[in-house]
């Protein structure tokens, strides 16, 4: 099987996935299309929905993550998603990035965006990755509160404001990722127009976290449902 499987399921005894070891894939029935990776353990926020603990300090060696993605090439990998952890705190990121942009796999980074940068806005511009934010809500309370995180909405905004600024929207999509929480249901539609009106793409994710201490609510839309 070689490098490539699912590791997904490996977890400690408090149930936390072991992140850095998170690669799932998914393929059409003769090749692999789709990989996930969560290149790092470590975050700097503390968000209640995630099933990441990111105190951990594990993350992908770069050598062994490159002969996977090499594999998974082989195997007919066209896109991956780029996650942690937060992921722009691996400090092989850009190694990785311009690896995968030389072998022509499109690339969604998944990030929180709070330490976005100019100078890593336009190497990641370079290597053409689809940028995703995850953004809970355009209700600052309802952010800060849901990433535990005060003045995390903030630098989101800012590095909304920073990629913009090196031409995401205009040639590279942003993508902006919410999660469909219960604690966030009220400001859901507000958050989606919001993206919208700023040329943004706004994504659903459903996650799977502590969902016992969160009464999650699990929302399905389609954009028909959200536009109507």
Same mark, same amino acid.
């Given at each position: 099987?070689g490098?490539i499987?699912?590791k997904?399921?490996?977890r400690d ?6 992140p850095w070891y998170?690669t799932?894939?998914?393929n +059409?029935? +003769?090749n %692999?299309?789709?990989? $996930? #990776?969560a290149?790092?353990?470590? =975050?700097?926020?503390? =968000?209640?929905? =995630?099933? #990441?603990?990111? *105190?951990?300090?594990g993350?992908?060696?770069p ?5 996977? /993605?090499?594999?998974a090439?082989?195997?007919g990998m066209e896109?991956?998603?780029? *996650? ?8 092989? %990121?850009f190694?990785? #990035?311009?690896?995968?942009h030389n072998?022509?796999?499109e690339t969604?980074l998944?990030t929180?965006g709070?330490?976005m ?8 511009h370079?290597?053409?990755v689809i ?10 309370e #309802?952010?800060d509160g /849901?990433t535990? $995180?005060?003045? $995390? ?9 920073i %990629?913009?600024?090196?031409?995401y !929207?205009? +040639?590279i ?6 999660? !469909?929480?219960?604690a966030?249901q009220?400001?859901?539609?507000? !958050?989606?127009q919001?993206?919208?009106d700023?040329g ?12 016992k ?11 028909? +449902?959200v536009i109507?």
């Amino acid at each position: 099987m070689g490098l490539i499987e699912d590791k997904s399921a490996r977890r400690d005894q408090r149930g936390n996935i072991d992140p850095w070891y998170n690669t799932k894939g998914r393929n +059409d029935g +003769d090749n %692999l299309v789709y990989l $996930s #990776v969560a290149l790092n353990g470590a =975050c700097n926020i503390d =968000c209640s929905f =995630c099933y #990441v603990d990111g *105190s951990r300090p594990g993350q992908w060696n770069p050598d062994d993550l490159e002969r996977v /993605l090499g594999e998974a090439r082989e195997l007919g990998m066209e896109k991956i998603q780029l *996650s942690g952890g937060e992921p722009t705190l691996y400090k092989h %990121l850009f190694r990785i #990035v311009e690896y995968l942009h030389n072998a022509g796999v499109e690339t969604l980074l998944v990030t929180n965006g709070t330490t976005m940068m100019p100078d890593m806005a336009q190497r990641l511009h370079d290597n053409e990755v689809i940028v995703g934010i995850s953004l809970e809500s355009i209700v600052e309370e #309802v952010d800060d509160g /849901l990433t535990r $995180s005060p003045g $995390s909405f903030q630098k989101k905004m800012e590095a909304i404001r920073i %990629l913009k600024g090196v031409g995401y !929207t205009e +040639d590279i999509p942003l993508n902006i990722i919410v999660k !469909t929480l219960k604690a966030n249901q009220n400001t859901f539609l507000q !958050t989606w127009q919001w993206a919208l009106d700023n040329g943004l793409q706004p994504i659903l994710e459903m996650k799977l976290g502590n969902c016992k201490e969160l009464n999650m609510l699990y929302l399905f839309f389609t954009m028909k +449902d959200v536009i109507d």
